[in-house]
């Protein structure tokens, strides 16, 4: 992890043409703590993923009664089996939403640690979850406490909503600390998009990778990172001034079988904020249709 930050901070020579080992990471004394925190959440991402993945299967009876007990409300054996059936899926609903608070502050948690890191070194710092099943089910459960259902119902309406905490958790970060240059922050998240993009399409790092697992993680890691920045940054990603290689990412990406990355670069089409803008080369957007 000691060289992670140190890329971060671009205290490495040779960059962005350098091997992160994604596989075999780990924290120094320093970096423990903070290691720890994060951790302990990302822990709990392989249960959140796989009960997401099977939510579909889950909530078709709860759409079936759903649906018989809003076209029938004076039924009340329709209302209880309803009921029934939606509330174990709510828990879940809730479950997700909480984990992504929970995601939501590691990761301002380690944009801080970044930032202070790179002060320090200068003298003075990927799923989508589009699912329309769950909006459905939560929509059908209205008893859930007013605020909490509020913030719930408008995490889910959102396209990407793991992805819309982050974006939402990093500008709020940014907005909070306006002490810190937002270059610290926009600087981090280019040299981290421009490492896994080196490390994607040089052929003797790629091999150094035991799975093609690792290999998807740097590519969610990259996408993930791009719209981050193109949230953060006051011009986006796409711009000609951009120190993202946004034309080198894509190509990246349409170099790998299309069924592997269709999911990410629609993330770049639907889930970024600038690239529809005038400044948005051409090239760009014709490289994303």
């Given at each position: 992890?000691?060289?992670l930050l140190k890329v971060?901070?671009?205290e490495i020579e040779n960059y962005p043409h350098f091997f992160l080992d994604f596989e075999n990471a780990q924290p120094t004394e320093g970096e423990r703590e903070i290691w720890n925190q994060i951790s302990a959440v990302l822990q709990d991402s392989e249960s959140i993923l796989t009960d997401l993945q099977a939510y579909k299967s889950a909530g078709r009876r709860s759409e079936m009664y759903g649906d018989s007990a809003i076209q029938n409300p004076n039924d009340i054996q329709l209302q209880e089996k309803a009921w029934n059936a939606v509330c174990p899926l709510v828990v879940r609903l809730k479950r997700f939403y909480e984990?992504?608070?929970r995601l939501g502050g590691s990761l301002t948690q380690e944009v801080l640690f970044c930032h202070l890191k790179r002060s320090r070194s200068h003298g003075?710092?990927?799923p989508q979850m589009r699912n329309p099943a769950i909006q459905n089910d939560f929509n059908i459960e209205n008893e859930v406490n007013n605020e909490m259902a509020n913030r719930?119902?408008?995490f889910y309406a959102e396209a990407t909503p793991m992805l819309k905490t982050l974006s939402d958790a990093t500008m709020h970060f940014v907005s909070e600390n306006k002490t810190l240059p937002i270059e610290h922050t926009t600087d981090c998240l280019s040299t981290m998009t421009s490492v896994?993009?080196?490390m994607l399409e040089t052929p003797e790092y790629r091999s150094r990778f035991t799975s093609e697992e690792t290999l998807m993680f740097c590519m969610r890691v990259m996408v993930g990172v791009i719209i981050l920045y193109d949230h953060v940054h006051p011009v986006g990603a796409f711009c000609k001034t951009?120190?993202?290689d946004m034309k080198g990412c894509i190509k990246v990406l349409k170099e790998q079988a299309p069924d592997s990355v269709e999911g990410l670069l629609n993330a770049l089409r639907f889930t970024t904020k600038h690239l529809n803008d005038e400044t948005t080369s051409k090239q760009i957007r014709a490289m994303l249709q």
């Open positions: 992890m000691g060289n971060l901070t671009r984990f992504s608070i003075g710092g990927w719930m119902s408008l896994c993009k080196v951009s120190k993202i």
